[in-house]
């Protein structure tokens, strides 16, 4: 179980990051209103703070969060930007999660 809470941890934790840069992105890039500033801060303050709520340390925190990032980056392109992912994109995604996996949950003495 603590498995499963660390990867919808990885997840939400990606989500406020991939929301805190996408809206600034929609300001930026499409014209869209400055106000999206707001919530993408806000978005942004959520995804530090997830990332202190792992147990372990911040390095390999950090190291096994870009697996999940990666994943997750794939989906926003798939379900925000309706782009369908390529066979590429899938694999390299599963080669990250995996790595994720090894790092997050390999048998450790300390």
Known sequence: MPELKTVGLFMLTAL??????????????????????????????????LLTLHPTAAGRVYAAYGGMYIFMAI???????????TTWDIVGSAVALLGMAIIMFAPRST
Do not use: D, H, Q
Request: glycine content about 6%.
């Open 16 to 49: 406020a990051e991939i929301v805190g840069c996408y809206l600034p992105y929609l300001w930026l890039r499409e014209g869209k209103t400055i106000w999206l500033l707001i919530p993408s801060a806000l978005s942004l303050i959520a995804f530090v703070w």
């Open 75 to 85: 989906m926003w392109l798939w379900t925000v930007n309706g782009i369908r992912p």
